[in-house]
Structures are given as C-alpha cells and as structure tokens.
C-alpha cells in the first residue's frame, strides 16, 4: 500500500441522524517496488511560491518547486452533485478530475487504464483525454449506453466536464449574498465585499 487518499468534497446531502459524509477513501497499491509514479503532471500552485532558503547554501534562492507542489493524499474537489456539468442520472457518479489524476501519476502515454465497475465511463474519459487507453466493465445496460454516449462525446470533443485545475468555488470572496443569514445583523465586511462583488449599495 502506498497510499490512502482523502477525496474530500463540501456538498451534497445532509444527514439527521448522524454526521454528514463528506469523504470517500482510496487506497493506491501496488504489486510491487517497480511502478509508476509522475508527479510533475499533477503537481499544484505552491503557497507560499516566494519563501526562500534563510541560510545554507542555498541561501537567498527560492525554496519550492516553481512547477508546483506535491499535492498530498487529501484532495478536495467537488462532487458530482444536481448542478454539476457532468451530473448524469447514474447516482454515485466520479469527476473526471477526480479520474485524471491517477491517470497522469500512475501511467505513461500509450498504458491500458481498467475500470473493473465501469458506470458512466468516467474512467476511460480521463484515459482518453491523456492519451491512454482504456477498459471497463458494466452490467447495468443503461450506463453502458450512457458510457458509450460520453465516451463518443469526448473522442469528438463535445463533452463538457469540469476544468482540472479550476478552483474551487469560494462563495465569500465571490460575494454571494446567500453567505449572510437573515436572521442575524449582517455583518460589515460582508455586505462592503457583496456590494463590491455586485456593483451597487445595500441598505
């Protein structure tokens, strides 16, 4: 086992009678010390990309990456939820973004990429997108013609799926008025960042 990734995501819906689940676990293995693993492609924006090295040799230089940085086994991108652009009506369908990651990480141009449940085709759409091949296996007729559809729209270059490195919606910083609650005095900042956001003077 190399890995046990976090998939953490915001939405979806809520429980009443227990905590809400908001993670799904995968666990990366491999069958043995020789394997693939590329990092550069799936490397993300540094946080700090103008610390520097304080003393040693290196002193004075930039200290990380400037292709970005690792991006750990807690990855938060957005479920496919009601108004998703990939959302079909498979119930526990993955982003493509999701799917690409290890396919960029974990296999070179030209490898087969196999999906043993196969579903809306998520999978081999990321293999396809990256120059790979790919496989899977359905049993559900309706996802295996929902698959094929999908699988169609992307070797054509119709079909819309969610941007790889697009961030994730903060709905503070893009002034969305359903942050305040209205049955609170709203608070300063918000309402001078709304008004900013929206063009015009609340009341």
């Keep these: 086992m190399r890995n046990r990734i976090i998939w953490r ?62 991006p750990g086994d807690l990855w938060v991108i957005p479920n496919v939820k009601s108004n998703h652009v990939e959302k079909t009506v498979h119930p526990c369908q993955f982003p493509v973004e999701l799917i690409e990651r290890f396919v960029l990480s974990m296999t070179n141009e030209g490898d087969w990429v196999f999906d043993p449940f196969l579903g809306t085709g998520t999978t081999i759409v990321a293999a396809i997108r990256h120059n790979r091949r790919g496989a899977g296996a359905e049993t559900v007729e309706k996802y295996v013609q929902l698959a094929r559809q999908r699988i169609h729209g992307e070797l054509v270059g119709t079909l819309r799926t969610r941007p790889m490195h697009k961030p994730v919606y903060d709905p503070e910083g893009a002034g969305n008025s359903l942050r305040i609650a209205p049955w609170t005095k709203p608070d300063p900042k918000q309402m001078r960042l709304l008004e900013k956001k929206k063009g015009y003077t609340t009341k």
């Design 9 to 70: 995501f915001e939405d979806g819906l809520h429980c009443s009678r227990r905590f809400s689940g908001r993670y799904e676990t995968i666990i990366w293995f491999t069958k043995s010390d020789k394997y693939t693993f590329n990092l550069d492609p799936v490397r993300v924006p540094q946080k700090f990309p103008g610390k520097k090295y304080f003393k040693g040799p290196n002193a004075g230089k930039y200290s990380c990456n400037p292709l970005g940085k690792n």
